[in-house]
């Protein structure tokens, strides 16, 4: 699947390798430190930058639900 923005391909295809060899060869060996947060990082925000650039609203996004009451909250229509 390609990213929200074409500028943060490069990105998400790195942090997919990334995540992708940790998952396979060290997470399922019960290695549980992620290797490629940094790398998500740097994406996260290249996305957060493409989607402000389109206009569209971050704040649902950002929004943190788990562990409040909202959690269990049908979604707003």
């Known amino acids: 699947m390609d990213s929200v923005g074409k500028e943060c391909q490069d990105l998400k295809r790195k942090y997919d390798e990334c995540f992708n060899k940790w998952f ?3 997470f399922l060996k ?5 290797p490629c947060t940094k790398l998500f990082n740097v994406y996260q925000e290249c996305v957060k930058k ?3 650039e389109k206009n ?3 704040d649902a996004i ?3 639900v788990l562990g409040t009451s909202k959690e269990k ?3 707003s229509k």
């Open 50 to 52: 493409a989607i402000k």
């Open 73 to 75: 909250q049908p979604p």
């Open 62 to 64: 950002e929004e943190q």
């Open 24 to 26: 396979a060869e060290k």
């Open 30 to 34: 019960g290695v549980t430190e992620d």
């Open 56 to 58: 569209l609203n971050l």
